[in-house]
């Protein structure tokens, strides 16, 4: 499964890519204005930081001017990921820019059907929000079951980009689902590496080490 981050703050995204298990970065309106960064100029920083797919997103509503919006956005780095709303307009925006070999993910999807939609229309990724869907009284993780048995079906080529990742269990439970690909907050993230059982073995090892006297020689 791959990993990408949902931010917009290059310090997060820059510590994450040094562990060399980044494949790529999301981002949204909100998550610029949270950066409070001018969106092309750190859209452009965010593409050079990482090789993966970035996730831009036009923010029109009609199809021409999200053509119109796109064209800016793919003009920024190779690796820009043009995202759309899960609309008519955006599907047909899908549908055109991936025709030309332009990479689009189709965001805010909350139905295997609108899923679906989004597959025909080919879509590279479709963006399934997990934590929103749980928030409305639906199962989150329900929904990215049926997509991937629909996708499975019909051998589509989109992948599941599991999105609005609350917690650490929906990372878990989308790898046993399948999912291709999973966004999730810095802090999500980095609490995946995190167990108190490996911090107690630490302690433990290096204590009974300190007795032997002796170091690794390093050079
Ligand atoms: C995905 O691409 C979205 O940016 C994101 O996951 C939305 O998450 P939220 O529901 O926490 O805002």
């Not at 949902?6 to 999301?26: F, N």
């Not at 009609?62 to 064209?71: L, N, Y």
């Not at 759309?84 to 047909?92: A, M």
């Not at 332009?102 to 590279?124: D, H, I, R």
């Amino acid at each position: 499964m791959k990993f990408f981050v949902d931010t917009a703050e290059i310090a997060d995204i820059k510590e994450l890519a040094e562990t060399g298990l980044l494949d790529g970065v999301t981002t949204n309106p909100s998550l610029i204005a949270k950066s409070g960064r001018d969106f092309i100029e750190v859209t452009k920083e965010i593409c050079g930081i990482v090789d993966g797919p970035v996730s831009a997103e036009v923010v029109a509503l009609d199809h021409e001017t999200m053509m119109r919006e796109a064209e800016t956005l793919r003009k920024i780095a190779d690796n820009v990921c043009i995202k759309v709303p899960l609309t008519i307009d955006g599907l047909k925006t899908c549908k055109k820019l991936t025709g030309d070999g332009t990479m689009v993910n189709v965001t805010l999807c909350f139905s295997a059907n609108q899923a679906l939609l989004a597959a025909k229309a080919g879509a590279t990724f479709v963006s399934p929000f997990v934590g929103r869907h749980d928030d409305n009284g639906f199962d989150g993780m329900d929904l990215i079951r049926d997509i991937r048995l629909i996708y499975d079906n019909y051998a589509f080529e989109t992948e599941i980009l599991v999105a609005s990742v609350r917690h650490v269990v929906h990372v878990l439970e989308s790898a046993r689902i399948g999912a291709d690909v999973m966004t999730a907050p810095p802090s999500v993230i980095k609490s995946l590496f995190k167990h108190v059982l490996t911090d107690k073995g630490i302690e433990g090892f290096l204590a009974d080490w300190a007795k032997t006297g002796q170091s690794i020689p390093t050079e």
